[in-house]
């Protein structure tokens, strides 16, 4: 079993930047590929940002690819997802998501993750 919390987002103007954290329970972290995934009002839960078990493979989608950085600490059982030049349409609510990893994979698909954190909201005011 893993419980996730979400903390770090807000309310930020255009172009601003936030860092989202994620902070995991069990001593396995490390055997665990990481993901965000952020879901509007009225819209799907998308792929954001993904990791694998040491973090030494990242992907990201083409809309977030050069502005969002996701990074994990095994050590201190948490991932980041650092965010710069946010736009508008980066208003949603953030998700953490844990996927058993056998293999440093990286998954992008929302249907791979076991466990799911609360969620945290980011507004981006233009």
């Known amino acids: 079993q893993v419980q996730l919390v979400e903390s770090g987002g807000g309310l930020v103007q255009a172009g601003g930047s936030l860092r989202l954290s994620c902070a995991a329970s069990?001593?396995?972290?490390?055997?665990?590929?990481m993901g965000w995934f952020r879901q509007a009002p009225g819209k799907e839960r998308e792929f954001v940002a993904a990791i694998s078990r040491s973090g030494g493979s990242t992907s990201y989608p083409n809309s977030v690819k050069g502005r969002f950085t996701m990074s994990r600490d095994n050590a201190k059982n948490t991932v980041y997802l650092q965010m710069i030049s946010l736009k508008p349409e980066d208003t949603a609510v953030y998700y953490c998501a844990a996927a058993a990893a056998p293999f440093e994979n990286v998954y992008i698909h929302r249907s791979t993750y076991n466990y799911w954190g609360q969620g945290t909201q980011v507004t981006v005011s233009s």
């Open positions: 069990g001593r396995t972290f490390s055997s665990y590929a």
